[in-house]
């Protein structure tokens, strides 16, 4: 099996409580793995490019994607679960468009 390092440290992994609440952990699990390894989910081209470069300068890098993965996900609104890490990669959030 091939081991692909993460493209960088995400530090103390948060959710907020109602993100806790309302997503399974293993689909946490699932989205962490994503937005660890530059997959960035529903966000749109130039967003993408943000991050790519953020992952390299140290700046705070976003992630969407879909709660329920048989439904739409715009990268914001319904159906949409935001991962963020702080550019200091002290802290990586799970929370809701509408709790930033």
């Known amino acids: 099996m091939y081991y692909t390092p993460p493209l960088f440290p995400v530090g103390q992994v948060v959710a907020t409580s109602t993100v806790a609440g309302l997503v ?4 946490l699990i699932q989205c962490l793995r994503r937005h660890m390894m530059g997959d960035w989910g529903c966000i749109c081209e130039e967003d993408a490019k943000t991050n790519n470069e953020a ?3 140290g700046f705070r890098i976003l992630s969407a994607y879909a709660i329920d993965e048989t439904q739409p996900c715009k990268g914001f609104g319904e159906n ?3 991962i963020i890490t702080e550019g200091d990669r002290s802290v990586t959030t799970f929370l809701f468009p509408d709790e930033y």
């Open 80 to 82: 949409t679960l935001w």
């Open 55 to 57: 992952v390299e300068a």
């Open 24 to 27: 399974p952990q293993a689909h």
